[in-house]
């Protein structure tokens, strides 16, 4: 009876070390990943510039136009119209640069860049333009979001 209770035990034992073994790994797999993910991104990101964007959506077929230089502004477009813009971006780096282009808010579908993957190379600057397509459906009023610039290293 008492050898029966001890294999038993034993069992149990094997199978918690196990449990135990193979949660570890797991755990460890995990950290190792979001390290590896967070120093990826640490070592290869150079910069990032961000810049806030303005559109003012019109039921009526009038445009308005800011020259204003702290902000990307389009101004009023009238529903289902466009509206172009142009941005300088410069690499000041000494080493060339991968650079990413993206826009966030609630009217981020809406605008479209030229050009989004490209390289520049130490002390170059390229004017992009930037497009904003209002849909027939928008409702008119203020929008507003982030245009976000991602400098990579290569």
């Known amino acids: 009876m ?21 949660l570890f790994a797991i755990i460890f797999i995990l950290l190792a990943a979001i390290i590896t993910c967070f120093i990826y991104c640490f070592l290869t990101t150079h910069d990032i510039h961000r ?6 959506v019109t039921q009526e077929k009038e445009v308005g136009l800011s ?12 529903q289902g119209c466009s509206c172009e813009r142009y941005v300088n971006i410069t ?13 966030s808010g609630s009217c981020s579908k809406w605008i479209t860049p030229e050009d989004n993957f490209f390289i ?20 008119p009023g203020d929008y507003k979001g982030t245009m976000s610039t991602l400098f990579k290293k290569l």
Do not use: M, Q, W
Not at 51 to 56: A, K, R, V
Not at 67 to 78: H, R, V
Not at 91 to 103: A, D, G, W
């Open 2 to 22: 008492e050898k029966k209770k001890f294999l038993v035990h034993t069992k149990n034992y094997v199978r918690h070390t196990r449990i135990k073994i193979l």
């Open 51 to 56: 810049c806030d964007y303005y559109i003012t």
């Open 67 to 78: 020259i204003d230089t702290d902000a990307l502004y389009f101004g009023k477009i009238p």
């Open 91 to 103: 690499n000041s780096n000494i080493k060339p640069l991968k650079v990413i282009i993206t826009f």
């Open 120 to 139: 520049l190379n130490p002390n170059e600057t390229k004017t992009i333009s930037i497009t904003a397509d209002v849909p027939k459906n928008a409702l």
